[in-house]
């Protein structure tokens, strides 16, 4: 039997660890510790979160013009174990071999992560999406600067429940927390309650992100 590695003070929750996420936890591949004295030698940057709030993930790439592979992928966060491992692996992942393609990178899923980690924690699951959205972040910089601005991704919240005010944003979050249909959903968001023509696209959004995170 695996030992424990933390217990959750508030609802006993036992959660474990693999081998790979302790490793890449205690010794963090291209980990920075400080921001890098010269910015310039870098051709992209992009932060996601707020130091404020807890977590947060910074990133500097570096592109070979030549061949448009990822050179280099270093990193800076505030967050969790999990955040920490599976950010270490992201960047293992996409620098590894020579490097992959930026549009190649851009395809690396959080399942793909967890799967070289050998999985999280269900309730860190969402902590290894940091990862992914930094890393777009930082390719929309790359491609702004060099004036490809059709490959630049956006993702903007779009309200689905004008009453409450809930956005698409909103229900993605709550999936990443581990709600898995829509009564699960409604538990914490409310969404829908009094409004039965926003269930069908509620449901549609939470099978789309529940696929994205856990296909």
């Avoid at 799967?115 to 959205?133: F, Y």
């Avoid at 630049?152 to 990443?176: F, M, Q, S, W, Y």
Wanted: charge should be negative; include cysteine.
């Amino acid at each position: 039997m695996k030992d424990i590695d933390v217990i959750n003070q508030y609802t006993g929750e036992k959660w474990y660890y693999t081998d790979i996420v302790k490793e890449h936890f205690f010794h963090p591949r291209n980990l920075l510790w400080e921001r890098p004295k010269d910015e310039n030698e870098y051709d992209a940057h992009g932060m996601v979160g707020s130091p404020a709030c807890g977590d947060m993930m910074e990133m500097w790439m570096k592109i070979d013009p030549a061949t448009a592979r990822v050179q280099d992928l270093k990193w800076k966060t505030f967050g969790c174990a999990s955040a920490i491992a599976a950010t270490s692996m992201f960047s293992v992942m996409v620098t590894e071999n020579g490097g992959l393609p930026i549009d190649e990178a851009l395809k690396v899923r959080p399942q793909d992560v967890m799967k070289r980690l050998g999985g999280l924690p269900n309730r860190k699951i969402h902590c290894s999406v940091l990862a992914d959205k930094a890393f777009q972040k930082t390719a929309n910089d790359y491609f702004r600067k060099i004036g490809q601005y059709d490959k630049i991704i956006v993702e903007g919240a779009r309200v689905i429940d004008a009453r409450l005010n809930i956005t698409d944003k909103d229900i993605e979050e709550a999936v990443l927390e581990g709600a898995q249909n829509l009564e699960d959903v409604q538990k914490k968001l409310k969404v829908g309650i009094g409004s039965p023509e926003i269930i069908t696209e509620v449901e549609q959004l939470v099978r789309f992100y529940k696929d994205k995170y856990y296909g």
